[in-house]
């Protein structure tokens, strides 16, 4: 790894890191992707639920070798058991193994001639005008640029971006559970009034086996066992793991040193499920393109910062309007689902609503009237509910 004439140096081979590796070796750059873990796509954490469109944007073929499970729609539970239930009536969306979905990935990365080194943890990034470099625990490297994709850790981002502190990191327990006795072509989300922060999932691998998640600012432990208990008390836990998603705003950090970063740390996920494989990939792709077209062709750096303010405004309304959900009382929730039925909010979105983009869907649900629609028909809900009118 010593004195090497890499383009680009990549820390981290999570899909933010594989994306800009694909994207820029594909374009003619030397690559060299560092992951410290032994073997890409381990410790496996995430749900792996993936929507088509999201998968056709990251150009990312669907194989058997990563997808588990074809869904067509979502079932939403109030507090009180009430539900919605959107049904698209056709795929939308796909369970996946995280970590061959990973794997998959970095097949196609070192197709295109990236290099990929795991079990190398890089404990420093010095960034520089010139030739930025990466230090791992017994050795050092220099490229023309560097890539940050460490994810949630976000060691090394506070050494190059000074102040770096997100906020929006959520608690999250994940397990892996067996005999759900769910349809396996819907995920199932839970929304309960001890759960303020978040909701809770249950995403089917199969008819059998599914991913039960529950994300909490506090005491998430024991706020997983209460929901397990609650809704799921006959399955089998086969494993759990704790880790962390980001429901904060983007994070927009400046290109230091020919350093840039993607994907969760730099806040590059969907503030309203903290699903950040899509909108981190995309950015991710956008790094790709951009480090090869300023090395080779010295060029495309407005169009780079243009198109990375496009995603960005999405990403930031996906959180106003997380902030604007977390200020729903869970007891409303009961309200909300009875009216959305009502009106064929259902019926709506499965035409016109998109799972990534959901600023984009709740801006046409405001210009299309569904939103007073729901907001008159709630209120008229909340009126019966109050005087027991059925
Ligand atoms: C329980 C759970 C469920 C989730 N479900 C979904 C979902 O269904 N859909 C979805 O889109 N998103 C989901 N997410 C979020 C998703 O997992 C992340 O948004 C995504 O993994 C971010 O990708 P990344 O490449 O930025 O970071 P990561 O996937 O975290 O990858 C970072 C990589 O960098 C490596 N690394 C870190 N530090 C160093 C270092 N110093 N040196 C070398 N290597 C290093 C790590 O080992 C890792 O491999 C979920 C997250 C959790 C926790």
């Known amino acids: 790894m010593e004195n090497s004439d890499y383009d680009l140096i990549v820390v981290g081979a999570g899909p933010a890191g594989l994306f800009t590796a694909r994207e820029a070796a594909g374009m003619g750059c030397k690559v060299l992707v560092l992951e410290e873990h032994g073997e890409v796509g381990k410790p496996e954490r995430c749900a792996g639920l993936f929507s088509l469109s999201g998968l056709r944007m990251l150009g990312m073929p669907l194989s058997p070798s990563y997808v588990q499970n074809v869904v067509r729609g979502a079932v939403f539970s109030s507090p009180s058991g009430r539900e919605f239930v959107l049904d698209t009536k056709k795929p939308v969306a796909v369970v996946t193994s995280r970590e061959m979905f990973d794997k998959s990935l970095a097949r196609q990365a070192a197709l295109k001639g990236a290099e990929i080194v795991t079990g190398e943890k890089v404990v420093g990034i010095v960034p520089s005008e010139r030739s930025p470099s990466v230090r791992t625990s017994n050795s050092s490297a220099s490229a ?17 971006w000074k102040g770096w502190r997100p906020r929006g990191w959520l608690p999250i327990i994940q397990a892996v559970v067996e005999n759900h006795r769910m349809d396996r072509e819907f995920v199932y989300l839970y929304f309960k009034d001890y759960l303020k922060d978040f909701f809770a999932y249950l995403v089917p691998i199969d008819d059998e086996l599914g991913k039960l998640g529950v994300a909490a600012r506090k005491d998430t432990r024991k706020l997983f066992f209460r929901f397990l208990q609650e809704e799921f008390g006959h399955v089998r836990i086969l494993s759990t793991t704790s880790a962390s998603i980001y429901t904060g705003p983007p994070l927009e950090l400046r290109q230091t040193g020919r350093v840039l970063a993607v994907g969760d740390v730099a806040g590059q996920a969907k503030a309203t499920t903290g699903g950040g494989v899509v909108y981190g990939g995309l950015c991710a792709l956008e790094t790709g393109r951009y480090v090869a077209n300023f090395l080779l062709n010295g060029a495309g750096a407005r169009e780079y910062r243009s ?18 959900i977390s200020r729903i009382q869970p007891k ?44 008159m028909r709630s209120i008229l809900q909340a009126v019966k509910d109050a005087l027991g009118i059925p």
Do not use: N, P
């Open 144 to 160: 023309k640029m560097v890539v940050d994709a460490e994810g949630r850790s976000g060691f090394l981002a506070r050494q190059v």
């Open 332 to 375: 409303f929730y009961d309200t909300i689902f009875k009216a959305a039925g009502d009106i064929g909010l259902d019926a709506w979105l499965s035409s016109e609503g998109d799972m990534d983009r959901h600023a984009d869907t709740a801006s046409a649900m405001l210009s299309s009237g569904m939103a007073l629609k729901l907001l």
């Open 307 to 324: 198109r990375m303010r496009r995603i960005y405004a999405q990403l930031k309304s996906i959180h106003r309007l997380r902030v604007l």
